[in-house]
């Protein structure tokens, strides 16, 4: 069985040997949900990068240590994939952060695309951005990711397009594009992104504005997926293309 995993803020300077404390929400659910005790091993990482396998040795009611059995360093992986997401209905949201983050997505950006029926501002905005980041997070532990992807704030259209300007292969998933995805060269340090829209579909002066940035509108294939699994078919058929998944 594979060892539960468990985020902390830092691993630098930890050794062999090392004495590790874990405290607040991560210990609570480690200690009174999954019921932790001592002598059992765990995965502790940081999210960028740095793994260590342990052995309980104290457990509290929101606190736990551990003895630091091996220490692991992964590279971050490449190339690195964004993809902005359009807000969702509904838990749709939560879904798309969920499959993304499993796939390997190194950032994940929602978008305020003008036909998106979800609409985050103030005390909503908030909340919605730290259910997604939570969502990432957990998802994040339960594909044993050693890097943890990002959850930007909420971007404008403005904002999108100018990652796009920024990235050496940007897409932007439309229905009625000619392109084929499977055609273009995946670079192989990246960064790449992915474009995906909302459930009303993208506007027409949105994809003029990515394709004037440097984006290909491109099609998965002849069916229409939900935007919330879009993504993922995207960024599979991309990273099956790269030393990544070779």
């Known amino acids: 069985m594979s060892l539960p995993v468990h985020l902390v803020p ?12 874990v405290e607040g929400d991560e210990a609570h659910h480690a200690v009174a949900v999954r019921r932790l ?13 740095t793994s260590v396998v342990a052995e309980v040795a104290t457990t509290g009611k929101r606190v736990f240590s551990v003895t630091v059995a091996s220490v692991g360093s992964a590279p971050a992986p490449t190339p690195d994939v ?4 359009a807000l969702p209905k509904g838990d749709r949201g939560e879904l798309a952060v969920e499959v993304l983050t499993e796939i390997g997505v190194a950032r994940i950006v929602p978008w305020a695309a003008s036909r998106s029926v979800a609409v985050w501002k ?3 905005a908030e909340k919605s951005l730290a259910r997604w980041r939570s969502t990432a997070r957990e998802a994040a532990k339960q594909a044993r ?27 932007v998933l439309h229905e009625a594009a000619t392109v084929p995805l499977a055609s273009l060269e ?14 009303g579909g993208l506007a027409d002066d949105e994809v003029a504005a990515f394709v004037a940035a440097g984006a290909t509108s491109v099609r998965l294939g002849a069916e229409v997926l939900r935007t919330s699994t879009a993504g993922l078919a995207a960024v599979s058929a991309l990273l099956a293309r790269t030393p990544r998944w070779a």
């Open 10 to 21: 830092s691993l630098d300077g930890v050794r062999v040997g090392s004495s590790v404390t």
């Open 37 to 49: 005790r001592v002598g059992e091993s765990v995965v502790l990482t940081d999210g960028h990068g």
């Open 82 to 85: 964004t993809v902005v997401q």
């Open 122 to 124: 103030g005390d909503r």
């Open 145 to 171: 990711r050693s890097w943890f992807p990002e959850v930007e704030p909420l971007a404008s259209t403005a904002d999108v397009a100018g990652l796009v300007a920024a990235a050496p292969l940007a897409v």
């Open 186 to 199: 995946v670079p192989a340090e990246g960064p790449v992104l992915v474009v995906v829209g909302p459930e």
